[in-house]
Structures are given as C-alpha cells and as structure tokens.
C-alpha cells in the first residue's frame, strides 16, 4: 500500500489538488462551505462528482453551500394543465351563459304562469332550480380548475453535480470526511470537512492511500451511505441566512 499523509493548517491543495485531478470523485462530508460547493459544481462539468453530505440547517455556511450544489427549475405539468383548462372553461359557461339563460327564462315563464296558469308557473320555477344548480355547478368547475392549475406547475430541486445525496443529520449520525477517486484507485480521509476553515485555516490531518482493498472498502462504505434514510431538499426548512436577516432589520 502506498500513502501520503500530511498534517497541519491549510492542507487545501493537498486535499482539493487531487479531487480536481479526479474522473470520477465521490465526496463525502458532514459540513460543505459555498467556496468548496461552486469549485464541485464546476469540476462536474467535467467529471463524475458525487457528494454526500447532511442536511444541517444550523450551520449557516452549509446552508449556503447547499444552495450552490442544486437549482430550482419550475416544470409544468401540461396535461393537467389541459384538464384545468376545460374544467375553467366548462365552468365559465355554466356560471355567465347557461345558468343566467336558464333563470331568465325561468323568471319570465313565473312571471307568465301568474296569469296563464299553474303549469307555467311550476315549470318556470324547475328552470330557476336548474339555472341556479348550474350555476353552483359552474363555481365548483372553477374551483377544481383553478387547484388542478396551480398543482401543475411544481418546482423541482435540481442537482448542479451529478449525484447530490443529503443525509438526514439526525438519522444517519454522518460524522466521516471521505473522498473516493474510483478511477485513479485512490482514497482519502482526515480530519477535515471540506469546508473554508477544514482547508484553510484548521490544524488538520489528511491521507491518501492507493490501495485495491482499501478502494473497496470506501466504495462498501459509500454504498451504505446510499442507502441511509435521505432528506427530500424541498421539504428542507432553512433558517434565513444573515445576509436576509439584515435585509429584514434595514426593512423594519
């Protein structure tokens, strides 16, 4: 087995040099900081990047980097939307063409059966039964419409890496700083998050071992990753971060 190992601050390149040289790059950390986000979105232009990491709302600068590894796409749903559509066109008529129509001249057949007699009359009075159901009819049309359409359009998180995997915090107990190089038989492990401070300004330790067996070994341990218990990103409730919580105290 061959390995180089380093201890002390600012092991950024040391660490960041060989993931940048990667194919394929699986990164596994609890806490990410924004620098460190952008440069894996980047390198996922070129390469396979993976990152599994957590989903802690506490840590501000996770949060931000967070919103750096993954956009927000609006997808409308067109069939729904072709459903919502008539359901609202539908209702429209009932409510301003064929129920008014139908009370009007339910109205006029009442008005008419006070004179001419009591069959006129009943059946003016069924007309504005109808005309008022229809109408009732139509709201409702409306109504269903107007939900289907605001259900077919969603937002959608999506990764800007190839394969981002937050782990529930909680759940999962992910503690590991891991980087696995697949293609170039590499692994490494440290004490360092890859964050600004893990990189930079820290006294860390980091190694990287080139080894078959220890390559499996981190891919066993990845895959179990894989299969923890995941946080769904638009359920994710983030505190604001400082910059809109300024933004709100300039508001007030």
Same mark, same amino acid.
């Given at each position: 087995?061959? #390995?180089?190992?380093?201890?002390?601050?600012? %092991?950024?390149? #040391?660490?960041?040099?060989?993931?940048?040289?990667? $194919?394929?790059?699986? /990164?596994? *950390?609890?806490?990410?900081?924004?620098?460190?986000?952008?440069? %894996?979105?980047?390198?996922?232009? !070129? =390469? !396979?990047?993976?990152?599994?990491? &957590?989903?802690? =709302?506490?840590?501000?600068?996770?949060? !931000? =980097?967070?919103?750096?590894?993954? $956009?927000?796409? &609006?997808?409308?749903?067109?069939?729904?939307?072709?459903?919502?559509?008539?359901?609202?066109? &539908?209702?429209?008529?009932?409510? #301003?063409?064929?129920?008014?129509?139908?009370?009007?001249?339910?109205?006029?057949?009442?008005?008419?059966?006070?004179?001419?007699?009591? =069959?006129? @009359?009943?059946?003016?009075?069924?007309?504005?039964?109808?005309?008022?159901?229809?109408?009732?009819?139509?709201?409702?049309?409306?109504?269903?419409?107007?939900?289907?359409?605001?259900?077919?359009?969603?937002?959608?998180? /999506?990764? !800007?890496?190839?394969?981002?995997?937050? %782990?529930?915090? @909680?759940?999962?107990?992910?503690?590991?700083?891991?980087?696995?190089?697949?293609?170039?038989?590499?692994?490494?492990?440290?004490?360092?998050?890859? &964050?600004?401070?893990?990189?930079?300004?820290?006294?860390?330790?980091?190694?990287?071992? *080139?080894?078959?067996?220890? /390559?499996?070994?981190?891919?066993?341990?990845?895959?179990?990753?894989?299969?923890? @218990?995941?946080?769904?990103? $638009? $359920?994710?409730?983030?505190?604001?971060?400082?910059?809109?919580?300024?933004?709100?105290?300039?508001?007030?």
């Amino acid at each position: 087995m061959s #390995f180089e190992f380093r201890c002390g601050v600012g %092991l950024g390149e #040391f660490v960041m040099g060989r993931v940048r040289g990667g $194919s394929e790059v699986i /990164v596994v *950390s609890p806490w990410l900081s924004p620098e460190v986000a952008r440069e %894996l979105v980047e390198l996922s232009k !070129r =390469a !396979r990047v993976t990152v599994i990491t &957590t989903n802690d =709302a506490e840590n501000r600068s996770h949060v !931000r =980097a967070l919103d750096e590894l993954y $956009s927000i796409e &609006t997808i409308q749903d067109e069939e729904k939307r072709r459903k919502a559509r008539i359901l609202k066109i &539908t209702g429209l008529v009932m409510l #301003f063409l064929l129920g008014p129509v139908l009370l009007a001249l339910g109205i006029n057949l009442s008005a008419a059966g006070i004179t001419t007699g009591t =069959a006129v @009359s009943a059946a003016g009075t069924m007309l504005i039964m109808m005309g008022g159901l229809i109408c009732i009819v139509g709201v409702v049309l409306l109504v269903i419409g107007s939900g289907l359409a605001n259900s077919a359009v969603r937002e959608v998180y /999506v990764p !800007r890496v190839s394969e981002l995997v937050v %782990l529930d915090k @909680s759940a999962t107990k992910l503690h590991a700083k891991l980087v696995v190089l697949p293609s170039e038989g590499l692994v490494g492990i440290g004490s360092a998050n890859l &964050t600004s401070s893990g990189l930079q300004s820290n006294a860390e330790c980091w190694v990287w071992l *080139s080894n078959p067996e220890t /390559v499996e070994a981190a891919m066993n341990f990845v895959d179990w990753l894989l299969k923890q @218990s995941r946080q769904d990103l $638009s $359920s994710m409730a983030m505190p604001e971060t400082a910059e809109n919580e300024l933004a709100n105290l300039a508001r007030a």
